[in-house]
Structures are given as C-alpha cells and as structure tokens.
C-alpha cells in the first residue's frame, strides 16, 4: 500500500525553528508537495520538490531525498501566524497525489 | 481575480437525501478535483475530471457522483446522505498534467449528515 507519514502534532516557539519530517512509501514518485492549512479554512500551496535538496522561500525551505523517500519543512523565525497544519502529499507513478494526515504546529509565545 | 467558489458552506441535511455541493472556479483550469477531509486523515479524493465530460473516481467515490459539462463547474452530487459523509469537503482545480500542478482549493463545504 501507499504511505505518508508525519508527526501528528508539534509545539515550537515564537522565533524559533521548527523542522516537520514526511516519510513516504509509494508506487513511483513524481514529485513532492507541502501545503500549509490553517484551521477552518482551505489548504494553499507553500513548495514543491521533484529533485533532491533543499529549495528555499523565504522563512520556508523544503528539503527532499528520493533515495531515502524522506522530505522536511524547515520553518524559521517562527511567527504566531505559522500555527496551521502542515499537508505532505507525493505525486505517484500514475500521476495521483496521495496525501499525508498532516501535522499540527502549535506556536508558543 | 481567479478564484474558485464552494456552496453552500455549511449544510445539514437527514439521512438519504439528496445533496449536491457547487463547486466554480474561474481559472480556466482543465483539471478539478472534489476531497474530503476528516479527523486523522489525509485528504481523500472523491472524483476528478481533466476536462469537459472527462470524470473518473478516486478512492472514496461510493455514494458520490460527479458531471462536468463546462470548464467552470464541477458540481458534487451525494445520491442519498448517509452519517458516513458527514465531513469538510473541499473542490480543487489545477493546471498542468493531470495531478502534478499546484493546487487552488475552494474554502470548502462543510456538511452534516443527521
């Protein structure tokens, strides 16, 4: 079967940095999503990985492995609005996404 | 601007009812898409299209249907509401080859079946 994997839930603070880890199991793989959701509202685009290593935007940068079927979200500089659930989701062989359950970061003052 | 509209936003609506939830958007995009989003699951796809009068079923389609007789529309329809469906539901369109495009996602559809 297809997997993804991730943290249910973490707690980082204010200012800090927080890295959100997404292991995936799938028939092929064509590239790499991560979407940022807050709560009550609809989930939108943050980066996208097709080639291994790190891809930097901003506060944001996302890392990927295809070897090792291993991808982060690197958040830096952590503010109160980063407190949202964070979506991976691996396009496989037949071009379907398949979607991880998300983690939920919580961000402390 | 493009966007992509849902209605209704909330619905609750009895057991074996028909519901169907809208969903348009105006990006011109072929592609669009209908998930549901529960507690501890990842997004789940219902149905997709790729074009006008191109619909085909994802892994939860059971109970659901779907038609697409312009680039704009993908309305959802759920033949007759079972509790089983209560759930946020979010339609989605993109550009590009099939599911490789970023995604743009409604504000979604939150619906409760008693």
């Known amino acids: 079967g297809q997997n993804i994997d991730q943290p249910t839930e973490m707690t980082a603070t204010e200012g800090a940095i927080v890295q959100i880890n997404c292991t995936y199991q799938?028939?092929?793989?064509?590239?790499l999503f991560w979407y940022q959701q807050h709560a009550g509202e609809a989930p939108t685009f943050l980066s996208y990985?097709?080639l291994d290593g790190l891809e930097e935007k901003g506060r944001f940068s996302s890392f990927l492995s295809r070897s090792k079927g291993y991808s982060y979200l690197l958040l830096k500089e952590l503010q109160m609005k980063d407190s949202a659930s964070y979506l991976c989701?691996?396009?496989?062989?037949?071009?379907?996404?398949?979607w991880g359950a998300g983690t939920k970061l919580i961000i402390k003052p | 601007d493009a966007e992509i509209t849902q209605s209704p936003r909330h619905k609750i609506t009895e057991t074996g009812r028909q519901v169907t939830l809208a969903c348009h958007q105006t990006?011109?995009?072929?592609?669009m898409f209908w998930y549901r989003q529960d507690l501890g699951h990842g997004l789940r796809l219902i149905h997709y299209s790729y074009g006008v009068q191109d619909t085909n079923k994802g892994e939860v389609s059971d109970g659901y249907s779907v038609s697409r007789s312009n680039t704009e529309d993908l309305p959802l329809t759920l033949e007759s509401a079972a509790s089983s469906q209560t759930s946020v539901y979010f339609c989605?369109?993109?550009?590009?080859?099939?599911?490789?495009?970023?995604?743009?996602f409604g504000e979604g559809s939150r619906l409760t079946v008693l």
């Open positions: 989701a691996v396009i496989d062989s037949n071009y379907q996404l398949i």
């Open positions: 990985n097709v």
């Open positions: 990006w011109n995009h072929n592609n």
């Open positions: 989605a369109s993109s550009q590009g080859t099939s599911d490789t495009g970023e995604l743009f």
């Open positions: 799938t028939s092929g793989f064509n590239g």
